[in-house]
């Protein structure tokens, strides 16, 4: 795994069953539909993969699976975020016995922390990790906005680079400034929509839940970010705002963007789209108007493509 990590690293979705078990079928053709996309990497058991409403055996599963099928063609992150610093430490070892390249790392969750206690938690836990690990900032989440301080400290720590999904492009601004000289250390946007700002003014990639439904999408946008071709930048950016105007609007929930990923990827034939308590599939009514989206939205002709690619692979499977 090289530094700092670049590109496009997917937030994936996690297939599931009927039953709440893990749709093997499914994540397969996802990874495979991922990786053909162009991906730089894959992140798993972030807020898009429902990470923290999944038991730890699916978890486990999860991890184990996606590795083998990865077979290191692109680096496997893994979110550990959690209430409990054991439950922590123990997907952080599962996940290097599995194959994963490192861990991801938000402030516990509940409880609200200070920037001091953030600081004594990775003090705490850093030096247990058994893998490379970076931040993952995500206030709307943990009730904690990570200062500049404690992302200083964390580096100091081991901390391998920062996943920003605060939405606050001033704090993202202060944080590739800080680190822009320290190639060792990975700034990666969360929020899709500063992609091309973040890799234009010195960060390094991007995760992007669309890139589950769209990879080739979110990589032509990283190229053209990475190179500075602001007229390709300008196009592919007007798409982007499109999807999120559109498809991650329908649905009357706070969560609406991560069924609609969900959604996309079951009409598209890729895997399942059943949501894990609290959150539900959408209804007939939404899924016709995703369906609608696909049909016209095509980037590249990816919709018909992939459903025909799908169904070829079930047809072997």
């Given at each position: 795994?090289?530094?700092?990590?670049?590109?496009?690293?997917?937030?994936?979705?996690?297939?599931?069953?009927?039953?709440?078990?893990?749709?093997?079928?499914?994540?397969?053709r996802?990874?495979?539909?991922?990786?053909?996309?162009?991906v730089?990497?894959i992140?798993?058991?972030?807020?898009?993969?429902?990470?923290?409403?999944?038991?730890?055996?699916?978890?486990?599963r999860?991890?184990?699976?996606?590795?083998?099928?990865?077979?290191?063609?692109?680096?496997?992150?893994?979110?550990?975020?959690d209430?409990?610093s054991?439950?922590?430490?123990?997907?952080?070892e599962?996940?290097?016995?599995?194959?994963?390249?490192?861990?991801?790392?938000?402030?516990?969750y509940?409880f609200?922390?200070?920037q001091?206690?953030?600081?004594?938690?990775?003090?705490?836990?850093?030096?247990?990790?058994?893998?490379?690990?970076?931040?993952?900032?995500?206030?709307?989440?943990t009730?904690?906005?990570?200062?500049?301080?404690?992302?200083?400290?964390?580096?100091?720590?081991?901390?391998?680079?920062?996943?920003?999904?605060?939405?606050d492009?001033?704090?993202?601004?202060?944080?590739?400034?800080e680190?822009?000289?320290?190639?060792?250390?990975?700034i990666i946007?969360?929020?899709?929509?500063?992609?091309?700002?973040?890799?234009?003014?010195?960060?390094?990639?991007?995760?992007a839940?669309?890139?589950?439904i769209?990879?080739?999408?979110?990589v032509d946008?990283?190229e053209?970010?990475?190179?500075?071709?602001?007229?390709?930048?300008k196009?592919?950016?007007?798409?982007?705002?499109?999807?999120h105007?559109?498809?991650?609007?329908?649905?009357?929930?706070?969560t609406k963007?991560?069924?609609?990923?969900k959604?996309?990827?079951?009409i598209?034939?890729?895997?399942?789209?059943?949501m894990?308590?609290?959150?539900?599939?959408?209804?007939?009514?939404?899924?016709?108007?995703?369906?609608?989206?696909?049909?016209?939205?095509?980037?590249g002709?990816?919709?018909?493509?992939?459903?025909?690619?799908?169904?070829?692979?079930?047809?072997?499977?």
């Amino acid at each position: 795994m090289q530094l700092p990590l670049r590109g496009i690293i997917p937030p994936m979705v996690t297939p599931l069953l009927e039953n709440m078990e893990l749709d093997s079928k499914g994540l397969e053709r996802l990874i495979e539909h991922l990786l053909r996309g162009g991906v730089h990497g894959i992140f798993l058991l972030g807020t898009n993969g429902e990470g923290p409403s999944l038991g730890y055996n699916i978890r486990k599963r999860l991890i184990s699976e996606v590795c083998a099928i990865v077979d290191r063609r692109v680096p496997v992150l893994v979110s550990i975020s959690d209430t409990s610093s054991e439950s922590a430490l123990e997907i952080a070892e599962h996940s290097k016995n599995a194959g994963a390249d490192a861990l991801v790392l938000a402030s516990p969750y509940y409880f609200p922390i200070s920037q001091k206690e953030m600081i004594d938690y990775l003090r705490f836990l850093a030096p247990k990790l058994p893998l490379p690990f970076l931040l993952y900032n995500i206030p709307s989440c943990t009730k904690l906005h990570l200062s500049l301080e404690t992302i200083k400290e964390a580096k100091e720590l081991g901390a391998i680079g920062i996943k920003d999904s605060s939405g606050d492009m001033g704090s993202l601004y202060t944080i590739i400034d800080e680190f822009k000289d320290q190639p060792d250390f990975s700034i990666i946007a969360g929020a899709e929509l500063f992609l091309s700002d973040t890799i234009i003014n010195g960060g390094h990639a991007a995760v992007a839940g669309g890139a589950n439904i769209y990879p080739r999408l979110f990589v032509d946008l990283y190229e053209a970010s990475y190179s500075k071709d602001l007229e390709r930048v300008k196009e592919l950016r007007h798409l982007i705002l499109k999807m999120h105007n559109t498809l991650y609007s329908f649905g009357n929930t706070p969560t609406k963007s991560i069924t609609a990923i969900k959604c996309a990827l079951a009409i598209m034939g890729i895997c399942s789209e059943y949501m894990v308590e609290p959150l539900h599939n959408f209804d007939a009514q939404t899924r016709k108007q995703v369906e609608t989206f696909l049909g016209d939205f095509n980037y590249g002709g990816a919709y018909h493509t992939t459903v025909q690619v799908a169904a070829n692979e079930k047809r072997k499977i």
